[in-house]
């Protein structure tokens, strides 16, 4: 554990590198620009734009990231190879700080099966590349990949003679996240014992997420005396991902006996996730820590009850930090009175105590048939009216043009408050078209935040479901609808969240 409370940890931020790895999820230019510039608003300390020589459009990527984005040290990956450096240099021009990120895999199998080569040629070939970019750049950090499964003996004389030769950060990648906390922590405080210089150097932690355990090894390591994390949104990544930054960063401002900090601005966590999830086409699980949409929901009547005492009975952490407005008392049929209650008060209903034993019971037969209850449902619990007639939008018809070499195009009628009102629109694809002809007819102004299609079952012809989550004003608004047909899905669960603005 650090010693002085008042010191940082750096957040390397590779989720334009590491995470756009995975499989379907590669951005274009302008989508990482604009990636880059939430990331910087965030706050992260080091941004890894991409690896330069792997192709034109990572070049590319880094040189326009370089030029538009100041604040962050921009960091260029290459491999122990001197083409690999010069072309990462190349890329970093426009960068008010650049660094180069190189190295070589320092475990037996890489130096054995994948470089076919000896302990003392990975050494050299690891110092040689470090010395090269220092003619270049004056940071420059070394990655010994694999390194948590490295002979510690070893890595730590490639350690001490790359720093030797000039790496002002190192990197200790568990590359296959194979360590356990314990052995991660061990690892680098075996480091900080027997690298001589290793105080010439910032210590980075880089954990990959294979055994669930990236967070914990990358926490072990700063208890042990990293000062770097490498990580990304969502832990999106490789294989099973890396270190999710939201994680690491909220361990660090809930747990104030960890006596570190960082600069992430942590109300711009859920924003940045959701464009990151969006941009990358990776929707966020719901149970996820910290992002998930389920992270500050609660369903249970004990922990209903509890919450609407205190917040502090079930909740660590206050989702205004993250940038939610508020927790969410989901009615299920697992909710309690206690839950009904505070929901039929907020809808205009203070019932009795016999009043609400009677809504209760009628609640827990329409949660089990529907598994979530609406506030027009509460309203008929209540004795407000028929569902049907209470909800203030309803979509009546429907008809979408669409198909190659034709401008999608969607014509809805929908009913608003007893009134049929009708609209044609253009867009991208069927789906756009038709929320955009619905845009039409509604006066709320709503942002979309969130927008999920669900296949149910595997057939083509099987129920699909769409979540959509719309902010206004701050506040925000949960639409879900299921349908054979997607589209009908889609803008039943738009009106279904617009009509909960209205």
Known sequence: MASNPAEKLIIFDTTLRDGEQVPGSQLNTVEK??????????????????????????FKSVVEISKVVRKPIISALTRAQERDIDVAVESLKFAERGRIHTGIGTSPYHIYSKFNSTPEKILERAVTAVAYARRFIGDVEFFAEDAGRSDNEFLARVVEAVIAAGATVI??????????PYEYGAKIKYLKDNVSNIDKAVLSAHCHNDLGMATANALAGVMNGVRQVECTINGIGERAGNTAL??????????????????????????????????????????????GRNAFAHSSGIHQDGMLKNRDNYEIIDPVDVGISDSSIVLTARSGRAALDHHLRRVGFALSTEDLDVAYTKFLVLADAQKSVSDEDLRVLAGGGNAENAKPIKLD???????????????????????????????????????????????????????LIQAITRGSDDMGKVHIQVENNGSVYYGFSANTDIITASVEAYIDAVSKVV
Request: contains cysteine; negative net charge.
């Open 33 to 58: 620009i604009e990636v880059a510039r939430a990331l910087e608003a965030l706050g992260v300390d080091v941004l890894e734009a991409g690896f330069p020589i792997s192709s034109p459009g990572d």
């Open 397 to 451: 018809y429907l008809q979408v043009v669409c198909g190659k070499n034709s401008i999608p195009m969607a014509t809805v009628r929908l009913i608003i408050h007893n009134e049929a009102h009708t609209a044609t629109a253009a867009g991208n694809g069927p789906i756009d078209a038709a929320l955009n002809a619905v845009k039409e007819l509604i006066t709320q102004k709503v942002n979309l935040e969130e927008f």
């Open 246 to 291: 939201e994680e690491i960063v909220m361990i660090l401002k809930c747990r104030k006996d960890i006596p570190v900090y960082t600069d992430i601005d942590t109300t711009k966590i859920i924003k940045t996730s959701r464009l990151v999830s969006n941009l990358m086409r990776m929707p966020v699980q719901p149970n996820k820590a910290i992002v």
């Open 171 to 180: 990197n200790i990648p568990d590359t296959t996240g194979y360590c356990t």
